[in-house]
């Protein structure tokens, strides 16, 4: 049993989590814009109202100058302007509350920002300004940034206030989504679990498929169809091939037992055991059909891949079953055969074309006609062979190539019934397509197969 | 008892009973067999012992097959060797025979056909001196094709001249289906169909006319022999 683990540890968490990040990111920017906004015109507000200021203050006689500036130390302006002095031109105090001449200060230079250490007042961050006087002396006022502190608290404040129910939100919407996930991923634990366990007509919940889980699972259900269809197919051909070897099995038994019961011995006996022989080798020519089709599936066999001249095939095989024709008076015939090559697996090739020339003689009656060549389709070969047998009904075209088909008509034929099966694994061996029709209009109807794969050169080279 | 003339083979095979049932079926054919169990015994035998054929099993305990025939060939031995194996892989196959192993059989196989392949190996096939086949009452002609029985030309087509040569050059040996059909035609699958019972059936109404002595008979669940001797 597979634990569904905890919502932390779910997809869908993660990404609340990570929203959750980009979410407090964005406040934070939002904040330090809003912010750096304030600040510049605060800032460019200070200096305009210190400009104001010196521009009056200057313009006074000296002792009126010396009476502003006793009083700006006093009053209640040193809020505003904390700093006021008088300096003489080797920036010597005259007169105001700045101790000592703010160091980095250019007379008549633009304002600065800078940290100044008023009589009574302790440091204080400032805007500054130095202007020189008629007589030389200079004057420095520093105008404090209190509003910009204000600024700063409100900001941060409102910063606190937003983003953390935000990111609050943000989470427990997270963890909900996941909780949801989680049950549905359970749901779907539970599902795979009784497959697994052998329930293959168990399906995952795919709802409409909406969304991507849904979708996924979907896939999944449709991938458990093709499955059991498989495994269907293979249980339905093991009952087939269980019961072609029981059949020949059982008649071997049976023999066995008359004979080891008859009262004649010597020949009978003979006879009992040459039957129990041939039965027991179509056995195992079952068997070995089978494997043959698996070995040849499993792929294994292209290192033996080399050029294979077809039309040289078609000769090779008409040469090899052209008595079994004439002796089931079938005209065995060669046509439309041109010189061309693939690259293929000579003996399988060859083990191609005599089951497909085999099963035509086998099906085709007396007097009928089987006609078998090689040419070309363009930059394709196609091997073909037509015959003037039953032929194969459209339904079964597709089944008969298949792994371990066997029509029922088959069934009472001489042979392992398997040889379309391997017919079809060597076409799929070589990525040659097979194509199943009939030969001709009616009434002169019958089987046309058709192999076409990549040629390799047309023509003798 | 088997006579203690009959070609000498050392079977190495781990099946005992399987080994037995093959000892005990070569013993009725004449041959002397000598079983062995593993791997390492059996190479150890076969160089020191004396044997005309040896039939190796594959897959055996302590030392592989195809291991043991490679070691074998390295030895300077050139015992024929027959190769026995359960896997029906045809590229299994070739890598027996480019192991050093001289034939191959698949598990399950017939008695008859084992024998007839020791036979095949002890026996090399004849060879022709003047390019002229001199078998009993045939005259084969591998220069200008023709082939003559006592007086009478026997008219062939390519296909069964070819197998009428292959049995010349074996005459009074067992040949199976699997072994013409590998040599003669160079196939390595089995047809469903009695294929070569029927060209054989073929070459045999222009070989054995009428009121002739029949020199191709068929072996009882086994295979073909071109009989000369009596």
Redesign the interface.
């Given at each position: 049993m597979s634990t569904p683990g905890s919502i932390f540890s779910t997809g869908t968490f993660r990404l609340s989590l990570g929203s959750a990040g980009f979410l407090a990111a964005a406040l934070l920017l939002q904040s330090a814009l809003i912010f750096w906004q304030t600040t510049s015109y605060q800032i460019m507000r200070t200096d305009l109202m210190l400009s104001r200021e010196a521009a009056l203050i200057t313009a006074q006689s000296r002792p009126v100058l010396d009476q502003q500036l006793r009083m700006r130390a006093s009053d209640d302006l040193h809020l505003l302007i904390p700093g006021a002095g008088l300096f003489d031109a080797q920036h010597r105090v005259l007169n105001g509350n700045l101790p000592v001449w703010p160091e980095g200060l250019q007379p008549d230079g633009p304002v600065r920002q800078m940290v100044v250490n008023p009589i009574g007042q302790g440091p204080r961050s400032v805007r500054a300004q130095a202007l020189r006087l008629r007589n030389g002396d200079i004057l420095v006022l520093a105008r404090g940034l209190r509003d910009l502190e204000e600024v700063r608290s409100v900001v941060l404040r409102a910063l606190l206030l937003c983003a953390v129910p935000s990111i609050l939100v943000a989470l427990a919407g997270g963890a909900w989504l996941s909780h949801r996930a989680l049950l549905r991923v359970g749901i779907m634990h539970r599902a795979i679990d009784r497959i697994m366990s052998g329930d293959l007509h168990e399906r995952l919940p795919a709802g409409r498929e909406r969304d991507d889980l849904d979708r996924l699972a979907g896939s999944v259900n449709r991938m458990l169809d093709r499955l059991e269809y498989l495994v269907d197919e293979i249980k339905g051909v093991g009952d087939d091939i269980a019961h072609d070897l029981r059949t020949p099995l059982a008649r071997v038994r049976t023999r066995l037992e008359r004979a080891r019961s008859s009262p004649e011995g010597g020949e009978f006996m003979g006879e009992a055991i040459?039957r129990a022989?041939i039965d027991l080798?179509q056995c195992?020519?079952v068997i070995?059909a089978l494997?043959?089709i698996g070995?040849i599936e499993n792929g294994?066999?292209r290192?033996?891949f080399a050029t294979v001249a077809l039309d040289e095939l078609v000769a090779?095989i008409f040469?090899?079953?052209e008595?079994?024709a004439e002796?089931r008076q079938i005209a065995l015939v060669v046509v439309d055969c041109e010189p061309v090559r693939v690259h293929g697996d000579r003996?399988l090739l060859?083990?191609l074309l005599?089951?497909l020339i085999?099963n035509a003689?086998?099906f085709t009656p007396e007097g009928g006609r089987v006609e078998v060549g090689a040419e070309t389709s363009g930059t394709n070969a196609v091997l073909h062979v037509a015959d003037t047998g039953p032929g194969i009904a459209p339904a079964e075209r597709v089944a008969v190539l298949a792994r371990f088909y066997r029509s029922d008509k088959s069934r009472h034929i001489?042979?392992?019934g398997l040889?379309l099966s391997l017919v079809g694994a060597i076409a799929r061996l070589h990525d040659a397509r097979i194509s199943i029709s009939e030969a001709g209009p009616l009434p002169r109807l019958g089987c046309l197969i058709e192999v076409t794969m990549a040629a390799t050169s047309i023509g003798r080279p | 008892m088997p006579r203690m003339t009959g070609p000498q083979v050392l079977l190495i095979e781990d099946d005992g009973k399987l080994a037995l049932d093959v000892a005990e079926d070569l013993g009725v054919r004449d041959f002397v067999v000598t079983v062995v169990g593993t791997g390492p015994e059996g190479l150890e035998r076969a160089t020191s012992g004396n044997f005309d054929v040896l039939v190796v099993d594959r897959m055996l305990p302590g030392l592989d097959g195809l291991a043991l025939i490679e070691q074998l060939r390295r030895q300077g031995s050139r015992t024929p060797v027959l190769v026995l194996s359960a896997l029906?892989?045809?590229?299994d196959r070739?890598s027996g025979l480019k192991a050093g192993g001289d034939d191959y059989l698949t598990k399950?196989f017939?008695l008859a056909e084992l024998a007839a392949r020791l036979e095949a190996l002890l026996r090399r096939p004849i060879e022709a001196r003047e390019s002229v086949l001199h078998v009993g009452p045939i005259v084969m002609d591998l220069i200008d094709g023709t082939v003559l029985r006592g007086n009478r030309l026997i008219e062939l087509l390519p296909?069964e001249f070819r197998l009428l040569e292959y049995l010349l050059r074996r005459p009074d040996c067992i040949l199976t289906r699997d072994m013409l059909l590998e040599d003669v035609?160079h196939?390595?699958?089995?047809?469903?169909?009695n294929?070569v019972d029927?060209?054989i059936?073929?070459l045999r109404r222009k070989v054995d006319a009428p009121g002739e002595a029949p020199l191709i008979h068929s072996i009882?669940?086994a295979g073909f022999m071109l009989r000369i001797s009596n």
């Open positions: 040459e022989i080798d195992f020519a070995t494997l043959r070995e294994r066999r290192a033996a090779d040469d090899l079953y008595p079994i002796a003996d060859i083990e005599a089951n085999d003689i086998k001489a042979g392992n040889g | 029906s892989a045809v590229d070739i399950p017939a296909r035609w196939y390595r699958f089995i047809p469903q169909t294929l029927v060209h059936g073929k009882r669940g």
